[in-house]
T-cell receptor, first 113, second 117 residues
Framework: GEDVEQSLFLSVREGDSSVINCTYT??????LYWYKQEPGAGLQLLTYIFSNMDMKQDQRLTVLLNKKDKHLSLRIADTQTGDSAIYFC?????????????WGAGTKLIIKP | GAGVSQSPSNKVTEKGKDVELRCDPI?????LYWYRQSLGQGLEFLIYFQGNSAPDKSGLPSDRFSAERTGGSVSTLTIQRTQQEDSAVYLC???????????????FGPGTRLLVL
């Protein structure tokens, strides 16, 4: 079945770049998403990328998609303490399944001073 | 309202009791989703409502779980005869669900943290 995998933890120093990785199994993915969950808060959409793109940049965020390897990454430049959160990768499978997102378990980003 | 709201934010109950969790979606959003998030796990899809169509209940883990959406807006998730393994954060999301990129984006509420003792 479909699966999305992420590392559970990532620790970086404040000011460095964070790279959060995600792998997925289903090649019929249409959109891939990154959501952020801060402590005690709901999930917030950070960005998404269509499967025919290989890169998307939005301020400090860069999303890279390698469709051949089924690998998605989120790079956060100049990581700040406010970036501490759990980051979830999710994939939407086909145009018809607009509600069916397959979620990773989330990567907890820990910022060291 | 401005965003998706859920109530209560926390619920502690005893094993065997019934609980009701409420979700108020963003005004105008036709699609509403319930998810369950257990500690260290990804989101587990429970149920999906789209307009007046029959809901997709394929993710409900047992017949103790049910959900309603009245008037195409507010939704209630009911768990009967709660068990300790039901302890989790229950998240609600809504979307326009037009199928176009960015418009089907799901907006999440803060969740209800359920603890069954």
């Amino acid at each position: 079945g479909e699966d999305v995998e992420q590392s559970l933890f990532l620790s970086v120093r404040e000011g460095d770049s964070s790279v959060i990785n995600c792998t997925y199994t289903d090649s019929s993915s249409t959109y891939l998403y990154w959501y952020k969950q801060e402590p005690g808060a709901g999930l917030q959409l950070l960005t998404y990328i269509f499967s025919n793109m290989d890169m998307k940049q939005d301020q400090r965020l860069t999303v890279l998609l390698n469709k051949k390897d089924k690998h998605l990454s989120l790079r956060i430049a100049d990581t700040q303490t406010g970036d501490s959160a759990i980051y979830f990768c999710a994939e939407r499978l086909s145009e018809d399944s607009n509600y069916q997102l397959i979620w990773g378990a989330g990567t907890k980003l820990i910022i060291k001073p | 309202g401005a965003g998706v709201s859920q109530s209560p934010s926390n619920k502690v109950t005893e094993k065997g009791k019934d609980v009701e969790l409420r979700c108020d979606p963003i005004s105008g959003h036709t699609a509403l989703y319930w998810y369950r998030q257990s500690l260290g796990q990804g989101l587990e899809f429970l149920i999906y409502f789209q307009g007046n169509s029959a809901p997709d209940k394929s993710g409900l883990p047992s017949d103790r779980f049910s959900a309603e959406r009245t008037g195409g807006s507010v939704s209630t998730l009911t768990i009967q005869r709660t068990q300790q393994e039901d302890s989790a954060v229950y998240l609600c999301a809504s979307s326009l669900s037009s199928g176009l990129a960015g418009q089907e984006t799901q907006y999440f509420g803060p969740g209800t943290r359920l603890l069954v003792l």
